[in-house]
């Protein structure tokens, strides 16, 4: 599809990446690691003498997801701050809630699934990106939940203290 300029519509959410959603990157500078996840970012290791980081790297969010507007299907790609809207956690939380229980990404594709959103979606500053991106989203079901609280429910998993 294509845009000119940033532009809102309302979507239903068909079904979204379950096997590659997210990606690291240093947690200093936030520029992206390769996914081994022994690997350091060389900018910061060459140029801070010290670590006062517990982590070197975090989890951001980056997800294709498939959309349907009342005319089209189409593939957006939905990065860390929409992603939370949606999910309700950081792509750290979810990545290791999603190692301790199984098929959470397939479990959390199926409550997703069919969500009427109000996107907002620009074309991506890079020209040859591939997909529109999600620069906003905004569940339109007044009970919407973020996925995470619903796979705690589904899971069993209490949640506070
Ligand atoms: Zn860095």
């Known amino acids: ?50 670590q006062s980081h517990s982590s070197p790297s975090k989890r951001l969010f980056r997800i294709l997801m498939s959309v349907a507007s009342d005319t ?12 939370k809207v949606l999910f309700g956690c950081s792509a750290d939380e979810f990545f290791d809630f999603a190692k301790l229980h199984p098929f959470t990404a397939a479990t959390a594709n199926r409550i997703l699934e069919g969500e009427m959103i109000k996107v907002t979606l620009s074309r991506p500053k890079n020209g040859n990106a591939e997909h529109l991106r999600v620069s906003q989203v905004f569940p339109l079901r007044s009970g919407f939940q973020p996925a995470i609280q619903t796979l705690k429910e589904f899971y069993g998993v209490r949640t506070g203290s």
């Not at 068909?14 to 947690?27: D, G, I, K, P, W």
């Not at 089209?72 to 992603?83: G, L, M, P, Q």
């Open 72 to 83: 089209r299907v189409f593939t957006v790609i939905c990065f860390d701050r929409a992603a």
């Open 1 to 50: 599809m294509e845009i000119e300029k940033p532009t809102t519509m309302m979507c239903t959410l068909l079904a979204m990446e379950q096997t590659n959603f997210c990606y690291r990157v240093c947690s200093v500078c936030e520029r992206t690691l390769p996914d081994n996840p022994t690997s350091l970012c060389n900018f910061c290791n060459l140029n801070s003498s010290k």
